[in-house]
């Protein structure tokens, strides 16, 4: 199994910046694509961005030129640089992975426990 643990959530002021990471760990044979996602109250939980093991990113419309998405391969860790917050990125975050436990098997999605952000005065 694998386990997605996030941090840096909070209160930030519109305009300010926050800091996601996203440790994986675990049963960890490799692991392919790693995101982050958000969900606001009576909202589906939407893309937020992803990143590949090569480093490829994509970005929703909404955080493209405000976010950045990057991940350390040696720590299973994911990173999401937050700026020029606005009060619509209020939502809980969660952390996604796909990943293998064992080579022979298929990857399997993994999503952390989520942490709010809120943006507000």
């Known amino acids: 199994q694998v386990q997605l643990v996030e941090s840096g959530g909070g209160l930030v002021q519109p305009g300010g910046s926050l800091r996601l990471s996203c440790a994986a760990s675990?049963?960890?044979?490799?692991?392919?694509?790693m995101g982050w996602y958000r969900q606001s109250p009576g909202k589906q939980r939407e893309l937020v961005a992803v990143?590949?093991?090569?480093?490829?990113?994509s970005y929703s419309e909404s955080v493209k030129g405000r976010f950045t998405i990057s991940r350390d391969n040696a720590k299973n860790t994911v990173y999401l640089q937050m700026n020029s917050m606005k009060s619509e990125d209020t939502a809980v975050y969660y952390c996604h992975c796909n990943a293998k436990v064992h080579w022979w098997l298929s990857p399997v999605d993994y999503w952390g426990q989520g942490t709010q952000v809120t943006v507000s005065s």
């Open positions: 990143i590949t093991r090569a480093g490829n990113t």
């Open positions: 675990g049963s960890i044979f490799s692991i392919n694509v």
